[in-house]
């Protein structure tokens, strides 16, 4: 399976901030679940949603 060097590049920084393992996974979760959220749309498209976003995982 490919990773996207996007998601690759967000592990090396959380890593390279010695975030716990479990913390990595939370993030990594968290992002493709946002990208999935809005349709896998490049984010400058999406900034308009960003807002309905946060406020929808409150």
Same mark, same amino acid.
């Given at each position: 399976?490919?990773?996207?060097p996007?998601?690759?590049?967000?592990?090396?920084? $959380? /890593?390279?901030r010695?975030?716990?393992t479990?913390?990595?996974?939370?993030?990594?979760?968290w +992002? &493709?679940?946002?990208?999935?959220?809005?349709g $896998? /749309?490049?984010?400058?498209?999406?900034?308009?949603?960003?807002?309905?976003?946060?406020?929808? +995982? &409150?």
């Open positions: 399976m490919s990773r996207s996007f998601m690759e590049k967000v592990r090396t920084e $959380l /890593r390279t010695q975030y716990s479990r913390t990595e996974k939370n993030y990594l979760y +992002i &493709r679940w946002f990208i999935r959220f809005n $896998l /749309r490049h984010p400058e498209s999406i900034i308009a949603h960003l807002r309905t976003w946060a406020l929808f +995982i &409150r």
